[in-house]
């Protein structure tokens, strides 16, 4: 597996080994043991998610302040332009964020680790999108910044109209979010 350093330090691009040949691929999505070794990081997975989408949708920018949530997501079709902005207010890199395309065809993972928003605009026709939390989901401790915060600035992709949901569409600036300490 390749490790990628990202502009904030603790989110991190993993590039799985993939062996393919004329008849398709062969890649391990996950092993516990790898992950820790090259990236240092020790989580324990206990909820896997997928959800699909068509182009445009836009989902986020989700955190859980209570029960938060490291996630290690990954695009199995389609293609999604993926961010992580820094919500830990005593952060050097409070605000700030890394975006990354996800896709089927370069098999990138993004670890994106507790104390960060994350969020996902789909840029193909159609993406499948999985991820493994290291905490449940709970709906009562989510938040929502909003996605086009002008304060944080996320370059989005141009894909044509969005598809928001309620929530998303309610999400709040970062200056008055319930954030991280």
């Known amino acids: 597996m390749n490790v990628i350093a990202t502009a904030l ?3 991190l691009i993993l590039e799985p080994n993939v062996f393919g040949d ?5 890649q391990e999505s996950f092993n516990q043991k790898i992950f820790h070794e090259a990236t240092g990081v020790t989580a324990q997975f206990v909820q896997d998610n997928h959800s699909r ?3 445009g949708v836009l989902r986020g920018l989700h955190y859980q302040r209570v029960q938060p949530q490291g996630k290690l997501v990954r695009v199995v079709r389609g293609e999604v332009f993926d961010v992580a902005v820094d919500v ?8 700030q964020w890394v975006g990354v395309a996800l896709s089927e065809d370069n098999h990138r ?3 994106v680790p507790p104390g960060f928003a994350h969020g996902f605009v789909v840029t193909s026709e159609r993406a499948d999108f999985l991820y493994k939390t290291t905490d449940y989901y709970a709906p009562e401790h989510e938040r929502c910044v909003a996605w086009n915060d002008p304060a944080i600035g996320i370059a989005w992709p141009e894909v044509g109209p969005l598809q928001l949901s309620d929530k998303d569409r309610k999400g709040v600036l970062l200056a008055q979010a319930d954030v991280f300490p």
């Open 88 to 95: 830990r207010r005593s952060s050097p890199n409070f605000g």
């Open 53 to 55: 989408s068509t182009r």
């Open 9 to 11: 330090p603790q989110v």
């Open 22 to 26: 004329a008849r398709g691929f062969f």
């Open 109 to 111: 993972q993004l670890w």
